[in-house]
Every structure is written in structure tokens, then in C-alpha cells.
Nanobody
């Protein structure tokens, strides 16, 4: 069974930066497309970013494009989300997810097979 554990969340001022990480175990991480999603209070979970199993292709939500960068290290079974120029509207629980079946990266949450427990990111104004 694949396990995903996020870390690195916290409180940051608007305009600041934060990097959240996701450690994977129990599966063939290097074959999975990986994604980051977030969920703010009272809102539905939304796609943030995704990266192909090889790391050669990435995709971002328009709301974070140019500010967030997703990356992965297959040797360490890790995926990262570097978040710069954070805004209060970025406040949410951030989840990493693994897509074990797709031929290409996808943005819908139902495409992902495994999920972490989430890490809270709070951006103060």
C-alpha cells in the first residue's frame, strides 16, 4: 500500500515563501504521476499542480502559475511544492496525491489513487 506523508506547512506572511514536501513509501513512486491539491475551509478541494512520473512535464492551476513550482526526486521518493509570493487566498490544507494509472498528468482529484493526510498552510495578510 502506498503511503504519502506531507510536511513543511506553517504560518507565513503574505509575500513570503514556503516549501511543502511529500514523502512516499510502499509503492513504485518513480512510475506515478504526482499532484498537489488544496482545500480551504468551506470550499471544495482544488487542483494546484502536477508532475509527470519522469519529472519532464508539469502543469499548474492558473491561480498559482508563476508563483508555485512542483518538483520531484525519484531517488528519494519525494515530491515538493515550492510556493513563492504567497497570498492570503493560498491558505488551505495542502494534499499530495499519486496517480498510479494515468498515461499523462491529470488535474481532477478522482484520477488520483493515493492521498496524504494533508499539511496546513496559513498565509497572513
Amino acid at each position: 500500500q502506498v503511503q504519502l506523508v506531507e510536511s513543511g506547512g506553517g504560518l507565513v506572511q503574505a509575500g513570503g515563501s514556503l516549501r511543502v514536501s511529500c514523502a512516499a513509501s510502499g509503492g513504485t513512486f518513480s512510475s506515478y504521476h504526482m499532484g498537489w491539491f488544496r482545500q480551504a475551509p468551506g470550499k471544495e478541494r482544488e487542483f494546484v499542480a502536477a508532475i509527470r512520473w519522469s519529472g519532464t512535464s508539469t502543469y499548474y492551476a492558473d491561480s498559482v502559475k508563476g508563483r508555485f513550482t512542483i518538483s520531484r526526486d525519484n531517488a528519494k521518493n519525494m515530491v515538493y511544492l515550492q510556493m513563492n509570493n504567497l497570498k492570503p487566498e493560498d491558505t488551505a490544507v495542502y494534499y499530495c496525491a499519486a496517480d498510479a494509472r494515468g498515461a499523462f498528468i491529470r488535474t481532477i482529484s478522482s484520477a488520483y489513487d493515493y492521498w496524504g493526510q494533508g499539511t496546513q498552510v496559513t498565509v497572513s495578510s
